[in-house]
């Protein structure tokens, strides 16, 4: 039996960025996914992630966004294909909003460009959005969108092209480390490996067992509303919008729900809630979405972007896994120093290219380039 120096379980954003990278390093990888990438089953499908460096989740992760937004400029060069379309984003809430406050910290500190905008210069240059009188809005005017399924398919492409071997609508069942090997059993066979990556995204907690308690994977409806005028809402002219409205009946808490631009020629705007989402059994998920989920986006849309509060709306279900403090998982797990995994929290696809280059460092024992030791699974044991 081949002996691969890495096994890489899930072939999705993590997994493919992986992949590539170990692949052109000159090891030899095995890459197995439960299904084929791009598709609809994991996290990565529905046209478009937001990219942005003025990273309101927190200044740590604004060095990896910028090295992200340079290595997604690489591989469109490499591969030949269109990923990165800049757009704008906008971060709206109060003033005190703990998402308007993180923008700030990380523009500031890391010098990105950015403008603080009142409700008055918001409706100028966007009236489709209805900004209340006491909020304000943090744009990052060279953020953009990252077109996740031609991302995959070029990651995958580089990956291949690089000798990885790569077995698709395989599902992984299980692990086990035998000491001098890592054996993993599919449903189509047994492979061996020196070391092992788990990054089945959400799939990763069944494969982990109690090793993976704090793993918390989220079903997310996305809806996709039909504009009657397209072009105010097209790429390019509208910007990525994320809104963290306080809560009525709870003091300090927010609503997240954000909106993104039509990407192509009949195509719809994206909107979703961002957090209060339902945890999931990742293999039994609910793909349908409830009219009581579409009445509380169109009642979002009402009042925020009220041009499309009326528009035909089509939904389906996408997967976050969710760690208890909103940051990555990155790293070996405890007590298994060749067993490897991560998490993205729902907010990882703009930063695949550079997790590709860190968790390809951890696997080979190399320091990587960024300080990831607040990412390791540890702090949860
Ligand atoms: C609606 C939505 C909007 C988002 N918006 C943004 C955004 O704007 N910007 C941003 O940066 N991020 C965004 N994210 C988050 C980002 O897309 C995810 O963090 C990222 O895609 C997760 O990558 P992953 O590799 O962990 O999972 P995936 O890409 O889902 O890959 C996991 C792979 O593992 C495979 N798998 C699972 N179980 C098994 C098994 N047992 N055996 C073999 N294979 C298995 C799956 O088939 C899948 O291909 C969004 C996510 C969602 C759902």
Not at 51 to 67: F, K, N, S, W
Not at 136 to 159: C, F, H, N, R, S
Not at 270 to 286: F, I, M, S, T
């Amino acid at each position: 039996m081949t002996i691969f120096d890495v096994i890489v379980v899930g072939l999705g954003t993590v997994g493919s960025a992986t992949c590539m990278e170990l692949g052109r390093r000159g090891l030899s990888v095995l890459g197995l996914d439960a299904y084929r990438p791009p598709h609809k089953m994991g996290s990565h499908h529905g046209e478009s992630r937001s990219i942005r460096r003025a990273y309101l989740e927190g200044t740590a992760y604004v060095p990896m966004a910028q090295q992200a937004w340079q290595r997604w400029r690489r591989l469109e060069s490499d591969t030949g294909t269109r990923l990165l379309t800049p757009t704008g984003n906008l971060t709206i809430g109060p003033g005190d909003a703990p998402a308007v406050q993180g923008f700030l910290a990380s523009a500031r500190r890391y010098d990105i460009p950015h403008e603080l905008l009142t409700e008055a210069d918001v409706r100028r240059r966007w009236p489709q959005l209805a900004i209340p009188d006491n909020f304000v809005a943090g744009l990052e005017v060279d953020a953009g969108v990252v077109a996740p399924e031609k991302a995959l398919i070029a990651m995958l492409a580089e990956a291949e092209k690089a000798g990885v071997v790569m077995r698709f609508d395989e599902r992984v069942t299980g692990w086990r480390d035998e000491g001098h090997h890592i054996r993993v059993k599919s449903s189509r066979g047994t492979y061996e490996a020196g070391r092992l990556l788990l990054s089945a995204g959400a799939g990763t907690k069944p494969l982990l067992g109690p090793l993976g308690k704090w793993l918390m994977p989220k079903r997310v409806p996305v809806h996709w509303v039909a504009p009657i005028q397209a072009h105010p809402f097209e790429l390019g002219i509208w910007p990525v919008n994320f809104w963290q409205l306080p809560m009525k009946d709870k003091p300090g808490g927010y609503h997240e729900r954000y909106a993104l631009p039509v990407t192509r020629p009949h195509g719809r705007v994206k909107v979703a809630a961002h957090n209060q989402l339902e945890d999931c059994d990742p293999l039994r998920v609910a793909r349908s979405v409830a009219p009581e989920e579409v009445t509380d986006i169109r009642s979002f849309m009402a009042t925020y972007i009220p041009p499309l509060a009326a528009c035909d709306i089509r939904s389906d279900v996408c997967l976050y896994t969710m760690t208890p403090d909103g940051d990555f998982v990155l790293g070996a797990l405890s007590g298994q120093a060749n067993v490897f995994t991560t998490a993205l929290a729902g907010h990882g696809f703009k930063f695949a290219p550079v997790l590709g280059e860190i968790m390809a460092d951890m696997l080979e024992d190399k320091e990587p380039a960024f300080g990831v030791s607040r990412f390791s699974p540890s702090r949860f044991d």
